[in-house]
């Protein structure tokens, strides 16, 4: 296993199955009225957040804790740049508190590569401003992988802010890296610079993938997040238009195969990029990710921390 | 220090046949084979050394006043005299901003007392560089400092207006506009990467070709319209050659300039996400390089500049985002000049000399810089050994930063000696003090 988790794309195929795997094993954990495993007892992960996040930084931390991992949340946000530290500084910082572990959050791109340069712990990418997120399409892979088996041959479409989208990329690389196929559907506007380069189809008309056009039918339907703030950089006219041209209406919803699913990252802008009618129909999974999430942080911090070895040998002993 | 006179042997001017050559009294006396050096000169046996008038740098960064931490005017002299320079034009955006005449003038003396180079001062175009009303061009001008020289460099004098009002202002006096060319509705100051398929895959905001071309074709427009002396800073696109290279044919007075590291790196470096890369404007792909290779070597881009930009550690300790601009440049520029230009055949030795030298000094309008090398001429010159080369390490450099692209890097050519009016600030390699003129 990697020291560190910067990137989906570092992960091979094997890696990432056995990430998935024993989050299998952690998300059967959940069920149980006690939940904590010895596994990282006596490790110290801090949970460095230069921006602001509430739902992925709960989920790293109820993941440390659930292994008895010691979690600090430390809120960096403008303690860098703007008050003068320098990002190398503030790390350093934290680093020599004797941490075994950062989850790291940053508004720019390429921080958390950074970072690794100057810290000998594990560094962990929870999000690093457009780039990538790769903790989320690992949970979004299991929440795929746990509702239509295997991921190999399945077609997956990204809707939305593509540029961006640290969701997207992250998606882009891990379920190419599993076999699957993707889609992205955005407007000209929100497709990022080059992006006919990647691994994946592209299209600029979402009711042709619908409709099956564009690569087959579609297995999974990923609405982006549409930030309102695009709307002043004159990505699109209006929310409307957006709706119209982009969001999962009712009849959108209704034109996928039976079996698809339709999963967001949340936090969802209802009425924009997802009806309520799909966000709240049997299809939506975009719980089931929130709880994945969890499972999946737990298994990689597990992974990077423990060791290579399968949890079974800790799940035992928890269980015994 | 006092200017002693040198019989500089077994040197090729040029790089043509090896010759002596004696300065006197601050100026060439001699040109000729077995020169007899006179009573108390010294005397450099250069092993056929290259000579050439030493470099002029339109584009200079030494951060005096306001940010000294970074570079002053006696560190940035100093790593200019050991880069074969023999004059810089100091740009305006310090803190104050140079947008008085007391403010060039301060900078002017402080290049004076340090005297290793000439220290040209540029002066802002508009005040404060806010882009919104002019500055006191006419007080530089006319002062001490003689500014010929104006530009917002950091900034792009994006108003059409306030830009054609700048350029026909300048008129009186021979001046020139050097335009930092970036729109900034297109490529505003969190643009940070090349837009292409690498920023897209790195998720860093794009700095478009465009953004960079359309300012210069507006402006080349604008030159035609005024009558007046355009030169373009930091071409980086290929598209922007193009423009130049049409404006040049239909007789706009428009100059430009290349900096050595868009000559010799691409935007690929990026990948690492190290700010020792990110440069304003951007490095561009390995195509834009060689259009400006091929720009460089048939006269469309006209001189070399180095953007010397040097940053202190803490401004670069930072994510790639949020890490500042530019790069140090004045003590590899010849290196990288001879990598990418000369030991590719686009120049010869008389080609660099005209794009570090005679070109700039033109451009700058310095007198007694970029002149032939002749008897009578002022004896401002380099001396290179062509065929050694030397590993850049940061930490030997003499710029009080470090932020430098080409650590561990090998290039080619080495400055032996530097001379000012006839006076070594260079010699065997180091920096010349009082104590170091050889015997």
């Known amino acids: ?320 | 220090m006092t200017t002693r006179d040198t019989l500089l042997r077994d040197v090729r001017p040029l790089g043509e046949p090896s010759t002596d050559m004696l300065l006197v009294d601050g100026r060439i006396a001699g040109i000729g084979a077995a020169l007899t050096a006179p009573e108390g000169a010294a005397v450099i046996e250069a092993d056929g050394a290259v000579v050439l008038p030493a470099f002029v740098d339109l584009h200079t960064h030494l951060r005096e006043p306001g940010r000294e931490d970074a570079e002053t005017v006696e560190s940035g002299s100093a790593a200019a005299a050991l880069g074969g320079y023999g004059c810089v034009h100091a740009m305006a955006n310090t803190n104050p901003v140079a947008d008085t005449a007391e403010i060039v003038e301060q900078v002017a003396r402080l290049g004076r007392r340090v005297g290793l180079v000439d220290v040209r001062p540029v002066g802002a175009v508009s005040k404060g560089l806010a882009g919104e009303q002019l500055a006191e061009i006419g007080n530089m001008a006319r002062s001490d400092a003689a500014v010929r020289v104006f530009s917002d460099d950091g900034h792009c004098v994006s108003d059409a207006r306030l830009m054609r009002r700048a350029l026909e202002y300048l008129k009186p006096f021979d001046a020139v506009l050097a335009q930092h060319a970036q729109d900034p509705r297109l490529a505003d100051a969190s643009c940070c990467a090349h837009e292409g398929e690498i920023s897209g895959r790195l998720g860093l905001a794009g700095w478009p070709s465009v953004a960079e071309e359309s300012i210069i074709a507006r402006d080349v427009m604008l030159a035609q319209h005024t009558g007046s002396r355009l030169h373009v800073c930091h071409v980086s696109t290929a598209g922007s050659v193009e423009v130049i290279r049409w404006a040049k044919a239909r007789g706009v007075d428009v100059t430009a300039e290349v900096t050595p590291h868009h000559l010799l790196l691409t935007v690929d470096l990026l990948t690492g996400y190290d700010p020792v890369y990110k440069v304003n404007p951007p490095l561009r792909p390995a195509e834009d390089v060689h259009a400006l290779r091929a720009g460089l070597a048939d006269g469309t881009i006209d001189a070399v500049a180095t953007d010397h930009a040097p940053h202190a550690a803490h401004d670069k300790d930072h994510a790639f985002g949020d890490a500042a601009f530019g790069m140090l440049g004045l003590q590899t520029a010849l290196g990288v000049v001879l990598e990418s230009m000369l030991h590719t055949g686009l120049l010869d030795w008389a080609g660099v000399a005209d794009r570090m030298s005679i070109a700039p000094a033109r451009i700058g309008r310095v007198s007694g810089h970029g002149r032939p090398l002749r008897i009578g001429e002022p004896a401002n010159l380099t001396v290179i050994a062509p065929d050694e080369r030397w590993v850049v390490d940061p930490a030997n450099l003499a710029s009080l930063s470090r932020n430098t692209p080409f650590a561990g890097r090998s290039l080619p050519g080495v400055v032996l000696a530097t001379f000012l009016r006839g006076r070594a600030t260079v010699c065997d390699r180091l920096l010349a003090t009082g104590e170091q003129v050889p015997a």
């Open chain 1, 1 to 320: 296993m990697t020291r560190h988790l910067l990137s989906a794309g570092d992960l091979s195929a094997s890696e990432a199955t056995t990430i998935l795997d024993s989050a299998e094993q952690m998300y059967a954990i959940q069920a149980r009225q006690v939940k904590k495993l010895p596994a990282l007892r006596g490790r110290t992960v801090v949970n460095l957040f230069f921006e602001d996040s509430t739902r992925t930084r709960s989920s790293f931390e109820i993941a440390g804790k659930w292994l008895s991992a010691d979690v600090i949340n430390i809120s960096a946000k403008g303690s860098s740049v703007s008050k003068g530290e320098s990002l190398r500084d503030t790390v350093l910082t934290v680093a020599a508190m004797g941490v075994d572990a950062v989850v790291v959050r940053h508004a720019a791109s390429g921080a958390v590569q950074r970072i690794t340069e100057w810290v000998g712990c594990h560094v962990i990418n929870a999000g690093d401003g457009t780039h990538e997120h790769p903790t989320q399409a690992l949970l979004d892979a299991f929440s795929i992988r746990r509702r239509l088996g295997e991921l190999s041959g399945r077609h997956v479409a990204i809707v939305g802010d593509v540029t961006h989208s640290r969701v997207a990329r992250s998606n882009v690389l891990l379920l190419r890296t599993l076999g699957a196929r993707v889609t992205l559907v955005a407007p000209p506007t929100l497709m990022p610079a080059g992006v006919a380069t990647w691994k994946c189809g592209l299209s600029w008309d979402l009711d042709a993938v619908l409709a099956g056009e564009v690569d087959g039918p579609v297995d999974a339907m990923m609405m982006l997040r549409v930030q309102r703030e695009r709307m002043s950089g004159g990505y699109f006219p209006t929310e409307r238009e957006y709706a119209i041209g982009y969001g999962l209406s009712p009849r959108r919803l209704a034109l996928l195969p039976e079996h698809a699913v339709v999963l967001h990252p949340g936090p969802m802008n209802r009425g924009l990029e997802i009806s309520s009618a799909a966000a709240d129909s049997d299809r939506s999974i975009v719980l089931d990710q929130v709880r994945a999430g969890v499972a999946v942080r737990m298994s990689v911090l597990y992974h990077l921390l423990a060791g290579a070895d399968e949890p079974a040998a800790a799940l035992e002993e928890a269980s015994a």
